[in-house]
């Protein structure tokens, strides 16, 4: 069993940074992928990025790509997010999610553990 916790959310200015951490708990392999996804009220949960615990090639979404960074520390389970040039449409849940397969994947159905999520909100 994996557990994942979010942190790093917040309040925070239009054009301003965020720096999420996602702490995996459990057997997280090398041969896991881990994912970032957020979803806003109303909406679907989206697809931000993902990274392959092994390292090697890592996807972003097209809203976020050259603002956001996926990065991984695997001696300690750990997957951030850093995303720049914030604007009011990034508000909502941020969530961490890790796929027992690896394949990169931008869809929810795909992964298999999910943290609680950790709430941004982007004030203009």
């Known amino acids: 069993q994996v557990h994942l916790v979010e942190s790093g959310g917040g309040l925070l200015q239009a054009g301003g940074s965020l720096r999420l951490s996602c702490v995996a708990s459990g057997h997280i392999s090398s041969g896991y992928v881990m994912g970032w996804f957020r979803q806003a009220p109303g909406k679907e949960r989206e697809f931000v990025a993902a990274i392959p615990m092994s390292g090697g090639g890592i996807y972003y979404a097209d809203s976020v790509k050259g603002r956001a960074t996926i990065s991984r520390v695997s001696a300690k389970n750990t997957v951030y997010l850093q995303m720049n040039s914030l604007n009011p449409e990034d508000t909502a849940v941020y969530y961490c999610?890790?796929?027992?397969?690896?394949?990169?994947?931008?869809?929810?159905?795909?992964?298999?553990?999910w943290g609680q999520g950790t709430q941004v909100t982007v004030s203009s």
């Open positions: 999610a890790a796929r027992q397969r690896m394949q990169l994947s931008s869809l929810p159905r795909d992964y298999d553990y």
